[in-house]
């Protein structure tokens, strides 16, 4: 009990805010929706929002404190998702198919192109002169788009069912197969007839994907997500795994990290350095459901349901932080200070002991009540050891992060 009361009475002598984020990922700003935001992709200096009853949405991020939409187009379907190349804004709206806008002008948003897919186009990427379009039960479709104009379907690989997210690198395309779960790899080297070659199944629905080298990311509902080792297409075996999260709809990848998109746990930071061993190292959760993320310049881009689009930056470890911090409140999460640690003082009877640690456990300072001066030490993560005179054999160990 003693060193429980230690514990909860440093945190709120440190600080205490929301425990809707990890510390180390902070919510830089926001925009809302008509509707609710389901995909987006960004360009730029703008963010394109799959907005699921309105359409497309242009929000201007040049200042990403203060994300504004400029302009909109609405579609016939339930817009899902949406890639952006040359110009165009490439959405997949549901029963209505591929639709194809010019962004040309963010301002104003113009249809000039679409073809309707047999299935419900769910999610899709464009690349080269080719859109390949996730058609849930029709399986997965290829769309030239050489013309904007006028895109005509190609291709079709159809076999699959409930077809939900798709992701390219060379000349495979990589599908998820959205209730009945599972990676395929098909072979788009010749896009008018795709071949499926290889897959591994998950037994759980899955609903997102990208790829990075030698591995595919799969958001996969109830299990995680699943990291799977595509050197050999042919052959794609599950490497690691990380979370339970319940619904996970896309995922994105930065600098060794995988950003998922994770419903009503919002957005999900893994560390996937170690393949075989991804690591959940940061989450931010508000109201809304995170339907859809991507990454551009260090910021990610979360289409959060009703909450519209939310930007959030990840900062790692040692991290220098804006006035606007919110710090996590839950004890396993850490505090951040600045240049003064203050421990409070109890009274000269009590005989309380705390000292500095740094990540080694390494003694770095002995600390007194009242104000501690550390803005001398090097900026990232260090433990406060505090001792009781009534527990001298028991001790608690807080972690702080010391930034500029």
């Given at each position: 009990?003693?060193?429980t009361w230690?514990?909860?009475?440093?945190?709120?002598?440190?600080?205490?805010?929301?425990?809707?984020?990890?510390?180390?990922v902070?919510?830089?700003?926001?925009?809302?929706?008509?509707?609710q935001?389901?995909?987006?992709?960004?360009?730029?200096?703008?963010?394109?929002v799959?907005?699921?009853?309105?359409?497309?949405r242009a929000v201007?991020?040049s200042?990403p404190?203060?994300?504004?939409?400029?302009?909109?187009c609405?579609?016939?379907?339930?817009?899902?998702?949406?890639?952006?190349?040359?110009?165009?804004?490439?959405?997949?709206?549901?029963?209505?198919?591929?639709?194809?806008?010019?962004?040309?002008?963010?301002?104003?948003?113009?249809?000039?192109?679409?073809c309707?897919?047999?299935?419900?186009?769910?999610?899709?990427?464009?690349?080269?002169?080719?859109?390949?379009?996730?058609a849930?039960?029709?399986?997965?479709?290829?769309?030239?788009?050489?013309?904007?104009?006028?895109?005509?379907?190609?291709?079709?690989?159809?076999?699959?069912?409930?077809?939900y997210g798709?992701a390219?690198?060379?000349?495979?395309?990589?599908?998820?197969?959205?209730?009945?779960?599972?990676?395929?790899?098909?072979s788009?080297?010749?896009?008018?007839?795709?071949?499926?070659?290889?897959?591994?199944?998950?037994?759980?629905?899955?609903?997102?994907?990208?790829?990075?080298?030698?591995?595919?990311?799969?958001?996969?509902?109830?299990?995680?997500?699943?990291?799977?080792?595509?050197?050999?297409?042919?052959l794609?075996?599950?490497?690691?795994?990380?979370?339970?999260f319940?619904?996970l709809?896309?995922?994105?990848?930065?600098?060794?990290?995988?950003f998922?998109?994770?419903?009503?746990d919002?957005?999900?930071?893994?560390?996937v350095?170690?393949?075989?061993?991804?690591?959940?190292?940061?989450?931010?959760?508000?109201p809304?459901?995170?339907?859809?993320?991507?990454?551009d310049?260090?910021?990610?881009?979360?289409?959060?349901?009703?909450a519209?689009?939310?930007?959030?930056?990840?900062?790692?470890?040692a991290?220098e932080?804006?006035?606007?911090?919110?710090?996590?409140?839950?004890?396993?999460?850490?505090?951040?200070v600045r240049?003064?640690?203050?421990?409070?003082?109890?009274?000269p009877?009590?005989?309380?002991?705390?000292?500095?640690?740094?990540?080694?456990?390494?003694k770095?300072?002995?600390?007194?009540?009242?104000?501690?001066?550390?803005?001398?030490?090097i900026?990232?993560?260090?433990?406060?050891?505090?001792?009781?005179?009534?527990?001298?054999?028991?001790?608690?160990?807080?972690k702080?992060?010391?930034?500029?």
């Open positions: 009990m003693r060193t230690l514990i909860v009475w440093f945190i709120l002598t440190v600080g205490t805010a929301s425990a809707a984020d990890s510390l180390n902070r919510l830089i700003g926001g925009c809302s929706m008509p509707d935001a389901c995909g987006v992709a960004v360009s730029g200096d703008y963010a394109y799959a907005d699921f009853g309105s359409g497309l201007s991020i200042d404190a203060h994300p504004t939409e400029v302009g909109s609405a579609t016939p379907g339930w817009a899902r998702g949406v890639s952006v190349a040359g110009g165009h804004a490439y959405v997949a709206d549901d029963t209505a198919g591929l639709r194809v806008i010019s962004v040309a002008d963010p301002t104003n948003p113009a249809e000039v192109g679409h309707v897919t047999p299935g419900r186009a769910r999610g899709l990427t464009v690349v080269g002169s080719y859109a390949y379009v996730a849930d039960a029709a399986g997965l479709r290829v769309i030239s788009v050489a013309d904007p104009a006028h895109p005509a379907e190609v291709g079709r690989y159809d076999s699959l069912k409930h077809v798709v390219v690198s060379g000349s495979y395309a990589y599908v998820v197969n959205g209730d009945d779960g599972g990676l395929y790899v098909i788009i080297a010749d896009p008018a007839h795709p071949v499926r070659i290889g897959g591994a199944g998950f037994m759980a629905g899955t609903y997102g994907v990208a790829v990075n080298g030698d591995y595919a990311y799969v958001a996969c509902n109830g299990r995680g997500l699943q990291v799977v080792s595509i050197a050999e297409p042919a794609p075996h599950l490497v690691g795994r990380c979370g339970t319940n619904w709809w896309g995922v994105a990848l930065s600098g060794g990290l995988a998922l998109a994770a419903d009503e919002g957005l999900q930071v893994i560390s350095a170690d393949s075989a061993h991804p690591d959940t190292v940061g989450h931010y959760d508000m809304g459901w995170a339907n859809g993320v991507t990454m310049g260090g910021y990610a881009y979360v289409a959060f349901g009703d519209g689009l939310q930007i959030f930056q990840y900062y790692g470890s991290i932080e804006g006035p606007e911090l919110q710090a996590a409140s839950r004890k396993s999460d850490p505090t951040i240049a003064v640690l203050s421990i409070a003082d109890r009274g009877k009590t005989e309380d002991r705390a000292a500095l640690l740094d990540a080694a456990g390494r770095v300072m002995d600390l007194v009540p009242g104000a501690n001066d550390v803005s001398h030490l900026p990232g993560v260090y433990f406060v050891q505090s001792e009781s005179s009534m527990m001298r054999d028991a001790s608690s160990v807080v702080v992060v010391i930034a500029r």
